[in-house]
């Protein structure tokens, strides 16, 4: 089972959503900033990692706020690690993204999201971890 984090970056009421690109896999879907926890890394680490090298910035990871499992209809399996990240240092800049935006959490479900985030896209568009 793979192992990944994702963070929950929020500005003003609002959320940092990404959009995959048509090269990757699973392409042009929605999904939460992260990525694959490495071997013998600690997930807060890996938190902090992925998001200087997705978007450039130094992030002080809060809470974890969810955690799913998901199993693809391929077989794949991911353990998802949600964090709350309300502070970082830095201006975002979309390093590997076709896009990325800030959305209500109201206007989530109306996103192409990875199967594996539609929970929790649910649980914030119900107002759970504003």
């Known amino acids: 089972m ?4 994702a963070g929950l970056i929020w500005q003003g009421g609002t ?3 990404c959009q995959r690109t048509k090269h990757q896999t699973m392409p042009l879907k929605w999904e939460f900033p ?6 013998g890394e600690q997930p807060r680490d890996a938190m902090r990692r992925e998001l200087e090298e997705e978007l450039g910035i130094e992030a002080v990871v809060g809470d974890e706020v969810a955690r799913f499992r998901h199993q693809y209809p391929s077989g794949s399996a991911v353990e998802l690690r949600f964090y709350d990240v309300r502070e970082y240092s830095g ?7 076709k896009e990325v935006r800030w959305a209500k959490p109201e206007e989530l479900p109306s996103y192409d999201f990875l ?16």
């Open 115 to 130: 199967e594996a985030d539609r929970t929790l896209v649910k649980d914030l568009a119900a107002g759970k971890f504003a």
């Open 15 to 17: 959320v940092l959503i």
């Open 91 to 97: 201006e975002i800049e979309n390093r590997i993204f």
């Open 34 to 39: 992260g990525g694959k926890i490495e071997q």
């Open 2 to 5: 793979k192992r990944v984090v």
